[in-house]
């Protein structure tokens, strides 16, 4: 799934990057493949590298190829002395460690347990829409915490990492199984009243509205993405017209509807995690 981010560095430290200087490792490539194609254009690194490999001298490596942290390192090790040029590159390669475990750890995508959560507590939802599974602690308890507080810490990280739709997108359906959540928990307490069939349906319908502009926006994104927002629209739009009639045929639709937005989801969440575990992708998004 191609994500809607930027280098971590890019307007930060450009100092702390370390995309051409010596060895590329796989977390570089997966570094280039994710951010660096993204405004390269605009990064003072990109034109430092171009600017630097454009005029080499010679078949040496060029020193704008490196941080100006490691440059200026290397600058002032003496050359009589191998022992302090020797300590200058250990703290450069350290450094070099260091922003590749940053940029491993930028990479983490946190739409994985955003897309996991949904999944489980969609078909949890559409499996007891078709009277397959009954509404107890189960199904309150994992929409209050797995897919309640997992999807609004998702679309926290997501905001971390400027990525605005992902963030958006898991904010606020987090948000909305806390607030369905809440509508069946609380009157349970003696905290206020069901909401009426006219309430509910009208709340779906926020939803579905919600589910659409999440659809155009996400069409940029790949296939998938879009796929699942469309189906979990269209799971939505099937809950809120059987609020308004009374039918087991449209029950037992919506149900299987769901649990066919829930598979999309799950397989999504599964195929990002190993794409990238693996660096590379062994599932298609």
Do not use: K
């Not at 941080?67 to 600058?75: E, K």
Request: glycine share 10%; with cysteine.
């Amino acid at each position: 799934m191609t994500d809607d981010i930027i280098c971590p560095y890019f307007g930060v430290d450009e100092d702390l990057c370390d995309v051409g200087c010596g060895y590329i490792s796989p977390s570089d490539v997966h570094q280039i493949i994710r951010f660096c194609r993204a405004q390269h254009t605009q990064c003072p690194r990109f034109q430092q590298l171009r600017a630097g490999f454009s005029s080499g001298r010679g078949g040496q490596r060029p020193r704008g190829d490196c941080p100006p942290q490691a440059a200026r390192q290397m600058d002032t090790a003496p050359a009589a002395h191998p022992q302090s040029a020797t300590l200058a590159l250990n703290r450069t390669s350290g450094a070099a460690a260091l922003s590749r475990g940053t940029a491993q750890a930028a990479n983490a995508a946190p739409a994985t347990l955003g897309l996991l959560g949904a999944g489980m507590n969609i078909f949890l939802l559409a499996a007891q829409q078709a009277a397959l599974l009954p509404l107890d602690a189960l199904t309150l308890a994992l929409g209050l915490f797995y897919g309640g507080l997992a999807q609004v810490l998702s679309g926290i990280f997501a905001w971390r990492r400027n990525q605005s739709l992902v963030a958006t997108a898991f904010c606020a359906w987090g948000l909305f199984w806390l607030t369905l959540v809440g509508m069946l928990a609380l009157p349970r307490a003696g905290i206020g009243d069901l909401p009426s069939s006219l309430a509910l349906t009208s709340y779906l319908a926020f939803w579905v509205l919600f589910g659409v502009v999440l659809f155009f926006a996400a069409l940029r994104l790949g296939r998938l993405l879009p796929l699942i927002f469309a189906n979990l629209s269209l799971f939505l739009f099937l809950l809120a017209l059987s609020e308004t009639i009374a039918s087991p045929a449209l029950d037992q639709l919506a149900g299987w509807q769901g649990v066919l937005t829930a598979l999309l989801a799950f397989y999504a969440g599964c195929a990002q995690l190993l794409n990238d575990a693996y660096r590379r992708p062994l599932l298609p998004t």
